[in-house]
Every structure is written in structure tokens, then in C-alpha cells.
């Protein structure tokens, strides 16, 4: 049980990395001229990954940083939340 509680509490501090990683991709398009709707960011976010990727990659060849720390955040926060459900049922 205490193995999935620490898989559960990372999962969650993944979480709030990906939030604010995906804010700092906001502001960073918002700051290209990019608009930038605050209010559905949430169900706009994919797109807005997308876009910061391909304009990081044509101002200097490759995705921005902040890109790949949305990316392992989220599938971090993935695989620690299900590894730490199936271990707090099983």
C-alpha cells in the first residue's frame, strides 16, 4: 500500500508539472502572436502543443524545451497512475 501511495503521489506531482508546462507553452505561443484562448486551454492544449513544437523547430531546428517536459510529464503521470491502481487493488 505504500508503494501505491508514492506511485499515486508522483503521479499527481507529474500533473501539476504538466500544468505548468503547458502554461509556459501558452505564453510562449501568446508571446509569438499566437492566440491563445485562456478560458479552453484545457481542451485546446493538444493543439497548442503542436503548434509550439513546429514553431520552436523552424526558429532552431529542433522542439522546445518545454515541449518534451509537457510530453514526459504527462506520460509519467500515466504509467504511475496505473501502475499505482493496479498495486492499492490488486
Not at 27 to 50: E, P, S
Request: proline share 1%; charged share 10%.
Amino acid at each position: 500500500m505504500l508503494v501505491a501511495n508514492a506511485l499515486l503521489a508522483v503521479a499527481l506531482a507529474s500533473v501539476c508539472w504538466g500544468i505548468v508546462s503547458s502554461l509556459v507553452i501558452a505564453d510562449a505561443l501568446h508571446k509569438r502572436g499566437v492566440k491563445v484562448n485562456w478560458m479552453f486551454l484545457r481542451v485546446l492544449m493538444i493543439k497548442y502543443i503542436g503548434q509550439y513544437k513546429a514553431m520552436t523547430r523552424a526558429e532552431n531546428g529542433q522542439a522546445g524545451p518545454w515541449y518534451y517536459s509537457f510530453i514526459i510529464a504527462m506520460n509519467l503521470a500515466l504509467v504511475t497512475a496505473i501502475v499505482g491502481l493496479v498495486l492499492r487493488l490488486g
